[in-house]
């Protein structure tokens, strides 16, 4: 496969064995091992984290394998942010999962043939491996979504690059033009602008807010398989970004058929996102805010 795979490593050796066999299948020519490092101090993660590394470079099929690892520790947001950037300094598009997300080995045909379909189409910002609605059964191999999620994704250097360097200057844009109010209707996009805000006021803007900030309030559009290609197992007490489920979320992985059918058109399935948003993340401020803040006393 020539599209090159970031994987996104910390301490979980379990995770990354059942990785490494699921990449021997496809066998990508090239392979990029994004690590943070361990708090100091933390002699047992920092035995974890070397164990970890040291498996992901056993690769056994003709790879270049480049390792981005950070010698002191960056923090999660951080970290995920510069490796990618060092990744799209160099590659045109990437496929990129974290360390508990495990995707079905059909995963990454779909994300090449999508990179490939849509390399040209300014108004898709990215391929998401996630559908969180199996009750709702879609009669295409994929759809079109405002709101992905990026637990197994690909995207390409020209709208990775979109992230700003300054995103508190580009976020204050956002809010004057009222552009995610615009997009989200006015209830749902005051209520995201109270989310980040409360992150912003205490300095942990998470990664993937911005990303996904930035893909609603500029009306991108996000590709979404028919069904879940990719299951996230970080639901527990290890977890890095998520301590547990969203409500009514399946993780459940499935494989995709192919050749894939399209969609009749490419307008956004509404009735997706408003399934995703209504059964699944519509819970509190307070309750995500919770969330979030114990997914940072974990870094």
Request: aromatic letters at 10%; one cysteine or more.
């Amino acid at each position: 496969m020539n599209t090159p795979v970031v994987l996104i490593l910390y301490k979980r050796i379990d995770a990354i064995v059942q990785h490494m066999e699921i990449l021997r299948q496809v066998q990508p020519e090239k392979l990029y091992l994004v690590g943070d490092a361990a708090k100091t101090g933390d002699a047992e993660t920092a035995k974890l984290v070397q164990q970890v590394r040291e498996k992901a470079q056993d690769v056994i099929w003709p790879c270049q394998v480049t390792t981005i690892f950070a010698e002191e520790n960056m923090g999660c947001d951080r970290r995920i942010i510069s490796g990618l950037d060092e990744v799209f300094q160099q590659e045109e598009a990437a496929i990129i999962l974290e360390d508990d997300c495990i995707p079905d080995v059909t995963f990454f045909r779909y994300c090449d043939e999508m990179l490939a379909t849509y390399r040209d189409n300014p108004d898709v910002f990215y391929v998401s491996g996630n559908h969180l609605c199996p009750w709702q059964q879609e009669t295409s191999s994929y759809i079109f979504s405002r709101r992905g999620d990026t637990w197994g994704w690909a995207t390409w250097a020209n709208r990775w690059q979109q992230m700003s360097t300054n995103f508190e200057k580009e976020w204050n844009s956002i809010k004057s033009q009222r552009l995610l109010q615009q997009q989200m209707g006015t209830s749902a996009g005051e209520a995201y602008i109270r989310e980040l805000e409360h992150y912003k006021n205490q300095s942990i803007i998470p990664w993937d807010y911005q990303w996904h900030a930035r893909c609603l309030a500029y009306g991108k559009k996000v590709i979404v398989p028919g069904v879940n290609l990719v299951s996230n197992i970080g639901f527990d007490g290890a977890a890095t970004h998520t301590a547990e489920a969203p409500g009514g979320v399946s993780m459940e992985r499935f494989a995709m058929e192919f050749p894939m059918t399209p969609p009749a058109t490419e307008n956004v399935n509404r009735k997706y996102d408003r399934a995703r948003q209504r059964e699944i993340f519509q819970v509190s401020l307070w309750t995500r805010i919770k969330r979030r803040i114990r997914r940072i006393g974990k870094i």
